[in-house]
C-alpha cells in the first residue's frame, strides 16, 4: 500500500512564506511526475504546480515567479516553497504523484491547509 502524507500548512500572514512536505513510502518500484494542487472553497480542484522524475517544472500562471517545485528523489518526497502568498493562495493544498508499484497508478495526499490571512 502507498501512501502520501502531506505537512506544512496553517496560517501565515499576506506576503508571508510557507514550504510543503509530501513524502511517499510503501511498495514503490519508481515515481515519475509530482505536484501540487489546491482547491479553495467553492471552487474545483486547480493545479499548482509539477514536477517530472527528471527536474522538469510547471506552474500555473497564478503562482509562477512565487511558488518553486523541487523533489529528493532518494527520499520519494515533494515540496512546495511558497512565497509572497496572498490571500487568494488560501486553499487546502494536494499532493499528487504517478507511483509504479509496479502498475502505475495515480496517488493523492489527504491534503494540507494553507490559510493566508492578516
Known amino acids: 500500500q502507498v501512501q502520501l502524507v502531506e505537512s506544512g500548512g496553517g496560517l501565515v500572514q499576506p506576503g508571508g512564506s510557507l514550504r510543503l512536505s509530501c513524502a511517499a513510502s510503501?511498495?514503490?518500484?519508481?515515481?515519475?511526475?509530482m505536484g501540487w494542487y489546491r482547491q479553495a472553497p467553492g471552487k474545483q480542484r486547480e493545479l499548482a504546480a509539477v514536477?517530472?522524475?527528471?527536474?522538469?517544472?510547471g506552474y500555473a500562471d497564478s503562482v509562477k515567479g512565487r511558488f518553486t517545485i523541487s523533489r529528493d528523489n532518494a527520499k520519494n518526497t515533494v515540496y512546495l516553497q511558497m512565497n509572497s502568498l496572498k490571500p487568494e493562495d488560501t486553499a487546502v493544498y494536494y499532493c499528487?504523484?504517478?507511483?509504479?508499484?509496479?502498475?502505475?497508478?495515480?496517488?493523492w495526499g489527504q491534503g494540507t491547509q494553507v490559510t493566508v490571512s492578516s
Open positions: 499528487n504523484a504517478d507511483i509504479m508499484t509496479p502498475a502505475l497508478t495515480v496517488y
Open positions: 514536477i517530472t522524475s527528471e527536474g522538469s517544472t
Open positions: 510503501g511498495r514503490i518500484f519508481s515515481i515519475h511526475t
